[in-house]
């Protein structure tokens, strides 16, 4: 999965700089895209404190989670 990951960067960095070299980066600032293919995507993992409280609620009966609020 990691793999696919770094091959997509790669790909967005290789298609970023054609772009560029060529001069047509003017086309697709209209839409944002250009931009968006250089930018770094979020990461999507939930901070630990956060997960933490998330499987606790899980566990947790319905009134104790209510009780917690």
């Not at 944002?32 to 995507?41: A, I």
């Not at 630990?48 to 917690?68: G, M, Y």
């Amino acid at each position: 999965m990691e793999t696919q990951a770094v091959k997509l960067a790669l790909l967005r960095e290789l298609y970023a700089g054609f772009v560029r070299a060529r001069g047509i980066s003017r086309h697709f600032r209209r839409f944002t895209l250009f931009e968006s293919l250089l930018r770094d995507t979020a990461s999507r993992e939930a901070l630990p404190p956060l997960a933490d409280a998330l499987l606790k609620a899980s566990r947790a009966s319905p009134e104790q989670v209510l009780a917690s609020l």
